[in-house]
């Protein structure tokens, strides 16, 4: 089952900083993993951070460890994240999606996830 579009991408330049958001029910909030992932041209959808429910623990890769932040709105029921100090490489589709919980801990790998998105385009120029 598909999801709503998530949105704030945009074009900034190398440095820059943008908003992501995609809505998501309650229960997915509160019941499941969620995840963003990015996506460029010819390479697989990777993690790039994750969030446990309730927002009670989140993982980030390691290149954008420090830079970015995952977060929920409750009362909006929206994740969100928060990219900052872009780097040229992290341009890209960024999709939310949602997934299970496995030994405690959200995963990394995109085929445990659904109810995606359609994206949203994150442009970086140097």
């Known amino acids: 089952q598909a999801r709503s579009a998530e949105f704030g991408g945009g074009s900034v330049q190398a440095g820059g900083s943008l908003r992501l958001s995609c809505e998501a029910s309650?229960?997915?909030?509160?019941?499941?993993?969620m995840a963003w992932f990015r996506q460029t041209p010819g390479k697989e959808r990777e993690a790039v951070a994750s969030?446990?429910?309730?927002?009670?623990?989140?993982y980030y890769g390691d290149s954008v460890q420090g830079r970015f932040i995952i977060s929920q709105n409750s009362a909006k029921n929206t994740l969100n994240l928060d990219v900052n100090n872009l780097k040229v490489e992290e341009r890209g589709m960024y999709y939310c999606a949602r997934g299970p919980i496995i030994a405690q801990k959200c995963p990394s790998r995109a085929i445990l996830y659904n109810r995606w998105g359609q994206g949203t385009q994150v442009t970086v120029s140097s």
């Open positions: 309650r229960d997915d909030l509160t019941r499941y993993c």
């Open positions: 969030i446990h429910p309730n927002g009670a623990r989140a």
